[in-house]
């Protein structure tokens, strides 16, 4: 199984895209392996990471790194309107503006996410 693995992956420290004839591109190094899909644009949101031996293997797939980055600074871009609305905005608090903040988050985290993730992951 590891040798088809490694026939299969196209070697590449930075798990970046770029178009190949490979299936994955990644970092096999003995048993365990870090790999992502080629495909432009969103191939690597998901990553692979696992280990594999000669009759078993395991693995779990997550969003890449950079992905977890970006999305997490567009959290806080939400925040941050928040606390902008909250002191800098010249009309009456509303008790409405937090709970549409958590529910913003919310719809991001668990359904937009969730379903890119689901998406691309397979």
Not at 1 to 11: A, I, N, S, V
Not at 71 to 91: H, K, R, V, W
Request: hydrophobic share 50%; proline share 2%.
């Amino acid at each position: 199984m590891l040798e088809r693995l490694k026939r299969r992956t196209e070697y590449f420290e930075c798990l970046t895209t770029k178009n190949t004839d490979k299936s994955f591109r990644g970092v096999i190094e003995y048993n365990h392996f870090k790999l992502i899909t080629p495909k432009i644009g969103f191939g690597a949101f998901c990553a692979m990471e696992g280990n594999i031996n000669a009759t078993t293997g395991t693995f779990k797939v997550t969003i890449h790194k950079v992905f977890k980055g970006f999305l997490s600074l567009f959290m806080l871009f939400l925040i941050a309107e928040f606390i902008m609305l909250t002191f800098f905005d010249e009309q009456e608090f509303s008790w409405i503006m937090p709970l549409v903040l958590l529910l913003q988050i919310a719809i991001i985290r668990f359904a937009i996410i969730e379903l890119v993730f689901r998406r691309l992951s397979k």
